[in-house]
């Protein structure tokens, strides 16, 4: 039976009631989409504790703020909130939904996609329409080598997408979207999952996923202490700390600061890249960046090569000469 | 408990070329081998087999005969039987018709091997690289799932606690099995095989289903069943030459950079 759906859906991330800035960027992306069809805006928010934040995003670019809220959705799990959400989509039919390339839109977006018979792309760079208005969605594949482009076209189902972090703008404050509560399926509400506890990492860091401007530091640091620099560099920037794995296997820094095929991937408009090489495996967690600094005594590596500006030199002289010139800029 | 573990046969993806007339990306003649990721999803289970006695390790692949090899590179560390799920049917198929195929051949495991608790992927494929098909078959059997896990802190035959790596901390998840995970590198660090396991895996049997041993009609599985179609493939647009920051000694070097980052409004 043909799926006559209608709208865009796109689902907030969210943690104690704080909803992560990545929804903005969905409905910059999300509001393009609806606005060729001649259709809306929806932003679902599922958890507990979230009417705050609800408000905050009515004002800032969604037609619709659905909260679906219950004391126990406060923390994500992954079966249950799958089960909640589809059944709210059964009942709404949208036609496009859109989650954040996150574990959390990862882990989310495929079981939707089996339960709404919905065609599914990962990590959208881009999002078009073809002719039919059926979504084309833009990401990068073999390890950043190659850019693809691919066509949902499920008949008898919504299309879905995770969109990569930082890929779009942030929608800006303006108009005044409703707010309307849908309460969960009571069926829905029952999984196979505990959430037993949740461990933050430090306050003062910046996850890389999201961070603007990153720092990341290689085997040409040499030792554990090399960090120091690059944390102080970091930090005078207002940047992420990223690693090269070269120096996570080094033991110098725990491996969620790993950039590349087999660490993260970032999208930031800085990335400083101190005593790193360069080879394809790191270039592929980050070639999509802004603006690249090199920092390596290597001025024919391929980082050099690719960087925006490349400054050769040994880094141990470079970093503390770069960190007090920021500061004396400063004033 | 019955673990299954998922592999993929996947050309070493940083070297991959593009066809200039089709656009189409040329994996022949490329090295293939296990997906990278997959050996920690490997190399898990038979940790886990070590702690759990009496735990037995099946090694799933779905492609054509030529993945024979990755399932006995996968024997030959320690798994204990192989399993390739294989049809001309298949080709083509996206993540919402794989996951239907791996369901299908985890749900045979299971009738043919007396269960199955837990089954395990890898983080993401380095062709496809979407990390999507873990949660879709987890949905497709009805199972719960968990991607980016970093520790399995307990595992015992009705239940796993696992640690999830998120973007602001770790999560601490029980669930009730069987059940479905994806495992990131942080987990462990992967054995090398024996030559003597090299040598056993060569003469083990690897059972080969294909659609209609999995009760699978055409048009579920491969272009037939899927929801997705690449349309286009182009290389990545190269970034322009840069500017290299010339200077006598670091403090010059530094200024000249921090006046282009000044410029650029970073600071
Ligand atoms: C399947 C697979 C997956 C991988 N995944 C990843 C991944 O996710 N992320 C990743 O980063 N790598 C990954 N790698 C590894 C990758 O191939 C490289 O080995 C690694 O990125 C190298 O790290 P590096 O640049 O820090 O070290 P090196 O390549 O050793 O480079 C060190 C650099 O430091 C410079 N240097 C040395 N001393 C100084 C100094 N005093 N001052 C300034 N510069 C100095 C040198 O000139 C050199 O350019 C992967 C590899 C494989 C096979």
Redesign the interface.
């Known amino acids: 039976m043909a799926y006559e759906g209608k709208g865009v859906w796109c689902i907030a991330e969210s943690r104690g009631g704080k909803v992560s800035p990545v929804l903005f960027e969905l409905l910059t992306a999300g509001r393009k989409l609806a606005a060729a069809r001649g259709e809306t805006v929806t932003a679902v928010v599922i958890g507990h504790g979230l009417q705050d934040a609800a408000g905050e995003i009515a004002g800032r670019g969604a037609d619709q703020v659905l909260v679906v809220e219950d004391a126990s959705l406060k923390e994500f799990v992954d079966d249950v909130y799958a089960a909640v959400l589809a059944k709210l989509a059964e009942a709404r039919k949208p036609r496009t939904l859109l989650l954040p390339a996150t574990v959390y839109g990862r882990s989310l977006a495929p079981r939707l996609s089996v339960l709404l018979r919905a065609g599914l792309a990962a990590d959208a760079v881009g999002l078009e329409l073809d002719a039919e208005q059926r979504l084309l969605v833009t990401r990068s594949a073999y390890a950043g080598n190659v850019v693809a482009t691919v066509l949902l076209r499920s008949v008898d189902g919504p299309e879905i997408a995770t969109v990569r972090p930082l890929a779009f703008e942030r929608s800006a404050a303006g108009g005044a979207g409703t707010v309307a509560a849908a309460a969960p399926d009571a069926g829905a509400l029952a999984g196979k999952t505990a959430f037993v506890s949740f461990g933050a990492d430090r306050a003062d860091e910046i996850d890389l996923g999201a961070a603007e401007k990153i720092v990341s530091g290689g085997r040409g640091l040499g030792k554990p202490e090399g960090f120091e620099l690059v944390r102080k560099l970091a930090k005078t920037l207002g940047a992420a700390v990223g690693a090269s794995r070269a120096a996570v296997d080094s033991g110098w820094i725990p491996y969620k600061h790993q950039v590349g095929l087999t660490g993260r991937s970032v999208r930031p408009k800085l990335y400083v890249a101190c005593g790193i090489s360069g080879q394809i495996q790191h270039m592929a967690g980050m070639n999509a960046s802004g603006t690249i600094v090199a920092i390596n005594s290597d001025a024919e590596c391929p980082m050099m090569k690719v960087a925006t500006y490349a400054v050769q030199g040994d880094l141990y002289k470079l970093l503390p000469a770069i960190v007090a010139e920021i500061e004396k800029a400063r004033g | 408990m019955n673990i299954v573990v998922c592999v993929k046969r996947t050309p070493a993806?940083?070297s991959?070329a593009?066809d200039p007339q089709t656009g189409a990306?040329k994996t022949a003649g490329l090295p293939h081998g296990i997906n990278?990721?997959d050996e920690y999803a490997v190399e898990e289970a038979l940790r886990l087999k070590e702690r759990i006695p009496g735990t037995k390790v099946a090694v799933l692949s779905v492609g054509p005969a030529e993945n024979d090899e990755v399932i006995r590179a996968a024997l030959a560390l320690g798994c204990d039987t192989g399993v390739l799920l294989s049809d001309p049917a298949f080709a083509g198929s996206?993540?919402?018709a794989l996951?239907l195929i791996l369901a299908k051949g985890i749900q045979k495991v299971a009738e043919t091997r007396g269960g199955v608790g837990l089954v395990l992927f890898g983080?993401q494929s380095?062709?496809?690289?979407?990390?999507?098909?873990?949660?879709?078959v987890?949905?497709?059997l009805g199972?719960?799932?968990?991607?980016?896990v970093?520790k399995i802190p307990e595992a015992a035959d009705a239940a796993v606690?696992v640690e999830?790596?998120?973007?602001?901390?770790?999560?601490?998840?029980?669930?009730?099995l069987p059940?479905v995970l994806s495992v990131?590198?942080?987990i462990n660090e992967p054995r090398l095989p024996s030559l003597r396991g090299k040598m056993a895996a060569k003469k083990m049997p690897v059972e080969t289903w294909g659609a209609a041993a999995l009760g699978l009609s055409a048009d579920v599985v491969g272009k037939a069943g899927s929801?997705?179609?690449?349309?286009?493939?182009?290389?990545?647009?190269s970034?322009g030459a840069?500017?290299?920051?010339t200077g006598e000694t670091?403090?010059d070097?530094?200024?000249a950079?921090?006046a282009?980052?000044?410029e650029?409004k970073?600071?």
Request: charged share 25%.
């Open positions: 993806s940083t991959v593009l990306v990278p990721f996206d993540v919402y996951s983080r380095n062709d496809g690289e979407s990390g999507h098909t873990t949660a879709a987890g949905a497709r199972w719960p799932s968990v991607i980016s970093r606690t999830r790596l998120r973007e602001d901390g770790t999560d601490v998840l029980q669930l009730t059940a990131l590198k942080e929801r997705m179609d690449v349309v286009k493939m182009a290389p990545v647009p970034r840069g500017v290299v920051i670091p403090e070097k530094a200024q950079l921090v282009k980052l000044k650029a970073f600071i």
